[in-house]
C-alpha cells in the first residue's frame, strides 16, 4: 500500500516551529530569517515534502511560476539568458514556464493568453513589437512584465537592454574610423523585431552622418541561420564593386559570411572586414576570430527575473535599466587595402 504522504504539520514538528512559521518559509521566503529558512529546508529535505503547488496558490494567490516567450530556442543568446533567468528563479523559490513565438506577434499574444489562464504571476516578453491585444491582456489582468532585449526609457512599463541602435551606430562608427567607406550589411529580419530593425537604423545613422551610402544592393536581410548569411555575402561578392567591410546583425550572421567570404578566396581582414553583434562564445574561438559588440545576456535576463521577483514582493525596483553593449576588437576587422 501507498504510505501516507508527508504534510506541513510533520515538517513542523521536524523542524521545532509553527505550521504559520513553515508556511510563510514556502509562500514568502523573503519575509523569514535566513536561519528560519535553512531549518525549513532542512526537514523538507529529511522528510521528502513535497509542497502542495496548487493550495499554495490559493492561499497566497500567486503560484510563484513566472513566464518568458522567447522568439526561439533556436539561438544562443536566448538559450544563455534563459539558463540564466531560470538559475536565479530556481534560488529564489519560482517556476520558469517557458514558450516560444516564432517572431509572431500574434502567436505571442496566445502564448501569453495560456501562460496567464495557468496563474503565472509575472510575464518577461522579448522587445516591445506587441499586439494590441496582448497589451490589453497586461493591461486588463494587472499582469507584470517586463520587455527584456530593449531599453525604452520613455515608456511607463519596465525594459532591460541595450539601445541596439546606438550601439549598431558605434559598430559603424569604429569601421568607419579604421577609413572603411564601402560598408556593406547583412541583418536580421526586421519583421516584428525591433531589436534588429534598431540596429539598422544606427547603421544608416552612422553612414549618413558621414555622408556614406547604403546601395540597395549592399544591404541584405535574412533569417538566422548561416546557409542565409551565406547566401547574402555570396551576392556581395559578385558584385562588380565589392564592399572593404560588413556590418552583421548579430554574430550568427557573421559567421556565415565569414566561411563565404573565404570560399571566395578572399581573406578577412585583408580583403573584406566583418564586424558581429552579440559576442557568442564561438566568437573568440575562431579564425579569425570575431570582432564584435558584446551584450552582457546573463546580466539582462537576470534582472529582468529580479525586478519581477521585487514587484511581486512589493519592493521598489526601478523601471529601466540599460546595460552596456561594448566593442570587442578581434581579428576580423583592420583597415582597408590601399588598393581597394
Avoid at 565569414?258 to 572586414?273: K, M
Wanted: with cysteine; charged share 20%; proline share 5%.
Amino acid at each position: 500500500m501507498k504510505n501516507k504522504s508527508v504534510g506541513i504539520r510533520e515538517v513542523a514538528q521536524h523542524a521545532g516551529v509553527s505550521t504559520a512559521s513553515i508556511s510563510r518559509a514556502l509562500n514568502s521566503p523573503e519575509s523569514v530569517s535566513p536561519a528560519l529558512r535553512l531549518k525549513v529546508d532542512a526537514a523538507i529535505a529529511a522528510l521528502g515534502y513535497i509542497p502542495d503547488a496548487a493550495a499554495r496558490a490559493l492561499s497566497s494567490r500567486r503560484t510563484r511560476t513566472i513566464g518568458a516567450i522567447i522568439p526561439t530556442v533556436d539561438n544562443a543568446m536566448f538559450a544563455r539568458g534563459i539558463e540564466a533567468l531560470q538559475r536565479y528563479l530556481s534560488l529564489q523559490g519560482y517556476l520558469l514556464l517557458l514558450a516560444t513565438s516564432g517572431y509572431d506577434p500574434e502567436v505571442e499574444f496566445r502564448q501569453a493568453q495560456n501562460m496567464v489562464s495557468r496563474g503565472v504571476d509575472g510575464l518577461i516578453l522579448r522587445g516591445d513589437m506587441h499586439t494590441e491585444g496582448l497589451r490589453r491582456l497586461l493591461a486588463t489582468q494587472r499582469m507584470p512584465f517586463v520587455n527584456v532585449g530593449v531599453y525604452h526609457p520613455d515608456k511607463p512599463y519596465a525594459s532591460i537592454g541595450a539601445d541596439n541602435e546606438d550601439a549598431a551606430w558605434r559598430a559603424t562608427r569604429y569601421l568607419i574610423g579604421l577609413g572603411h567607406t564601402r560598408i556593406a550589411m547583412v541583418a536580421a529580419m526586421s519583421a516584428h523585431n525591433d531589436r534588429a530593425s534598431a540596429r539598422v537604423a544606427g547603421v544608416r545613422r552612422a553612414l549618413k552622418e558621414q555622408g556614406l551610402p547604403l546601395p540597395d544592393d549592399w544591404y541584405y536581410e535574412v533569417h538566422y541561420r548561416l546557409d542565409d548569411a551565406r547566401q547574402a555575402a555570396r551576392a556581395l561578392m559578385a558584385r562588380p564593386e565589392r564592399p572593404t567591410a560588413v556590418v552583421c546583425g548579430n554574430d550568427v550572421l557573421a559567421y556565415g559570411v565569414l566561411l563565404e567570404v573565404e570560399r571566395h578566396g578572399l581573406q578577412v581582414p585583408g580583403d573584406i572586414s566583418v564586424m558581429g553583434f552579440d559576442d557568442l562564445e564561438w566568437s573568440r574561438h575562431l579564425r579569425p576570430s570575431l570582432t564584435t559588440m558584446h551584450l552582457p545576456t546573463d546580466e539582462v535576463w537576470t534582472r529582468a527575473g529580479e525586478h519581477l521577483v521585487k514587484q511581486l514582493s512589493g519592493q521598489p525596483c526601478v523601471l529601466h535599466h540599460e546595460v552596456d553593449a561594448t566593442l570587442v576588437v578581434r581579428e576580423s576587422t583592420a583597415p582597408p587595402r590601399a588598393s581597394a
